[in-house]
């Protein structure tokens, strides 16, 4: 069956520090792989996702960027933090065809002091 | 662009009681649509979509075109129904990209 990591599960970071969270996916191939940040009161922001190896989407501006250098690894990076960056985040894939049901690993809470 | 709109942040029902939680939409193509739940620390899963038409756990959701609305209903709450509960809208032109609501917390009273 097919299951999906995040870690680490939670990270306290100083400001301007870089960042590096990752999520891998087992028993499927060629995912489609998302990462939110969900927010209280906000729900469930997209902020990239990728269709294939390389192929990265991203859905808004912010200090963040994503890559996926293997075909079930999603990393979602920073070069230098900011206070904004706190929150949860939250990584998912879904099946490359047919039924389009995310599946959500555990999310990670980052804190940024 | 594409909305959900959950209006309710905070839902509060005593058990047995029926319950509903609204959930409106917009979008200009033909929409698929989704309810995710979330339990007490437990993580985000698919509850139901509306292209299945099945009910899970006793809960149930019709789309209404005409009303751009993806209610969830449940006749009889029950405490265990007690979750974060997000309403989410595929749009038509990419099989990639859900656009959820705000969710609704869900707190049924025993």
């Known amino acids: 069956s097919q299951t999906i990591h995040q870690w680490p599960a939670t990270l306290v970071q100083p400001v301007g520090s870089p960042l590096s969270l990752e999520c891998t996916v087992e028993?499927?191939?060629?995912?489609?792989l998302y990462w939110y940040r969900q927010a209280a009161g906000r729900g469930l922001q997209l902020l990239f996702y990728s269709v294939g190896i390389g192929q990265i989407s991203s859905e808004v501006p912010q200090n963040l960027s994503a890559s996926r250098p293997q075909d079930r690894q999603f990393i979602l990076s920073s070069k230098k933090l900011l206070l904004s960056d706190s929150g949860f985040y939250l990584c998912?894939?879904?099946?490359?065809?047919?039924?389009?049901?995310?599946?959500f690993g555990a999310g990670t809470r980052l804190s940024v002091l | 662009a594409q909305r959900v709109t959950q209006p309710e942040k905070l839902l509060s029902v005593f058990k047995g009681a029926p319950v509903e939680l609204k959930c409106n939409y917009s979008y200009s193509g033909s929409p698929e649509l989704f309810w995710y739940v979330q339990y007490s620390r437990q993580r985000l899963q698919l509850l139901l979509r509306h292209i299945s038409r099945e009910s899970i756990k006793g809960f149930t959701a019709d789309l209404n075109k005409g009303e751009t609305s993806f209610h969830l209903k449940k006749p009889f709450a029950q405490e265990e129904d007690s979750a974060m509960y997000y309403c989410?809208?595929?749009?038509?032109?990419?099989?990639?990209?859900?656009?959820f609501g705000k969710g609704t917390l869900l707190t049924v009273n025993p």
């Open positions: 989410a809208l595929l749009s038509g032109g990419s099989n990639y990209k859900l656009t």
């Open positions: 998912a894939w879904s099946p490359p065809m047919g039924e389009n049901i995310q599946y």
């Open positions: 028993g499927t191939s060629n995912p489609n």
